[in-house]
Nanobody
């Protein structure tokens, strides 16, 4: 069993920065990657960023490139999402997830943390 706990969400103003954290516990062996996804009201969940566990390679959706940075702490089994130049379009529930080695996709999800960007 794997547990994921996100934290760091909140209400910020446009242009502000925020840092999300996600800690994994339990059976966290053989992680291929960890990622961040988000879901806005009335929209499907979308990919935001991911990081390969073995080598730290990162991937971003186009809308956040240059503004968001994903990082990892292998010893803590944690990932972070540094978000800057936030806009109302970034308002969503942000989820972290694990893609285990050998799996077809992300199979473990956190409960989500709300990020609201509003003036």
């Amino acid at each position: 069993q794997v547990q994921l706990v996100e934290s760091g969400g909140g209400l910020v103003q446009p242009g502000d920065s925020l840092r999300l954290s996600c800690a994994a516990s339990g059976r966290t062996l053989s992680m291929h990657a960890m990622g961040w996804f988000r879901q806005s009201p009335g929209k499907e969940r979308e990919f935001v960023a991911s990081i390969r566990w073995a080598n730290g390679d990162t991937y971003y959706t186009d809308s956040v490139k240059g503004r968001f940075t994903i990082s990892r702490d292998i010893r803590k089994n944690a990932i972070y999402l540094r978000m800057s130049s936030l806009s109302p379009a970034d308002t969503a529930v942000y989820y972290c997830a694990i893609h285990r080695v050998g799996a077809s996709g992300y199979g473990y999800w956190g409960q989500g943390t709300q990020v609201t960007v509003s003036s």
